[in-house]
């Protein structure tokens, strides 16, 4: 198990957490809580796995996942005080975990021969599409359309990825750098209150 | 045609059939509710081939699906009234249903070399993501969010199944008790009105 | 580039165009209007591919649908008030690319060994899925489901098509009376304001 694996699990945990959240402000029970945190965690990853033919998707190979979101769930329900208080910490392993999603899903798109150009996009997919469902299934509009803009942070850090691996930059230094950049970002984003223009109908 | 396809073809009717009933409930037109019971029918079935690989999906090698479920909604459409009588009826017919998709989908997932514990989870959804969907199609919370607990009734029969299996119980025996066993589970929890615990925001 | 690629590209066009109209309508930012533009566009024959398994996804596979979109998005947003004006216009091109998804979605499906009514039925997938998504994201009741019949539209066009085909018909022929013919429905359902009748609860 190296960092890169690690990582990936600390994102699909924190993901789950997500998901228990929101199953929790719509008064769901336990049951929707797991459901809602599995779709959370693993539905960005197979959206892209489905778009690729990459089939059976990649966390049906790994019961690890399961173990973890269940755990996230258990620890979600008889902690949620406490993490309520770790408000910013879960923010940066959040952001982390987008980070993470990109960099592997572009990374894999590329090894399915993609394009630059969909890589990035489908490195974004990895990142958000799971956040996408665990909404529609809450029968709320994806924040995502609205004006969190994580997606942009991840697609910024996909691009940063992209040009400082043309300038041959080693594999290790490039996912560090480009995963603190997409943090950051976010940070940034979510301090100065950052939003793209809002269409008017 | 065996006794296993009689099921199957039984269960997606009757999926078919809560199909239409909602598309009436949210005042659809003719053309909604085959949309919606075709979701309700082969989705969870979609969901699971989908996760797996095995494509083209499996209904759509099979046109008798089709014409099943168009059956399905011109019952639904013009004996609305004696359907509703049948309520009983259709719950048992329902229940069998889930069983027969819980047993066949779990199948399905370790004929592909899947885990115990992801083949029960394959099982559960090849069961139940049709109503996920027809539920998101209408736009509402999907009811098993909330706090039917059918799905808990199809895991709860998988893990006996697999239970049962290891004993070195016949696979025809098996595949009965579970399917009663199921039937049973949810009876007894809508009868009594059995239902998690939900969370609090 | 032949005059099916063009009417495929214009289709693609067109449809991104109506899910940056449906994003202003529901005061979304910029970056909505994006992801439902995509999905509008390739939506359904993003379902189609997974159906079938023609993975990856064709649109992936090339670029021009990307900047397609986006400069659908561009234009929708810099000249809303002239794209209004063109409505009608709209709705002919709208209509068009219905006609053109419907046809190549349905030949795909045959070239993959699919049933003739599987085949119509992916036809008009291809051809409205993608609205059915854009809706569902927007967290709307998709259109489709109501009282829209630009889908029964797709059907009698892709039943037209392959009864001219056993004919003997020549398919650039048989392609253009198709799509005029499902062009014609359409205008003609929208003018009359037909409907298929409602469902009572």
Not at 110 to 118: A, D, N, P, R, V
């Amino acid at each position: 198990m190296n960092i890169y694996q690690i990582l990936d699990f600390l994102g699909t945990f924190v993901f789950a957490i997500s998901g228990v959240r929101l199953a929790a402000q719509k008064n769901m029970d336990i049951f929707g809580a797991v459901i809602l945190a599995f779709a959370t965690a693993v539905g960005g990853g197979t959206i892209r796995d489905l778009l690729l033919g990459a089939t059976p998707v990649a966390w049906i190979q790994n019961p690890v996942y399961l173990y973890l979101i269940v755990s996230a769930v258990a620890l979600g329900i008889f902690f949620d005080r406490y993490i309520f208080e770790l408000k910013k910490t879960l923010f940066i392993f959040d952001s982390i975990g987008l980070g993470v999603f990109t960099i592997a899903g572009m990374q894999k798109a590329l090894s399915f021969g993609i394009s630059y150009e969909y890589a990035v996009i489908l490195g974004a997919t990895s990142a958000t599409a799971g956040g996408i469902i665990r909404d529609i299934l809450a029968n709320e509009v994806p924040m995502i359309l609205q004006k969190e803009i994580y997606a942009t942070a991840c697609i910024a850090g996909a691009l940063l990825y992209l040009l400082l691996d043309f300038t041959g930059l080693n594999f290790h230094y490039n996912t560090i750098i480009t995963i603190i950049f997409i943090v950051l970002i976010r940070t940034l984003v979510v301090k100065y209150n950052i939003a793209f223009p809002t269409l008017k109908p």
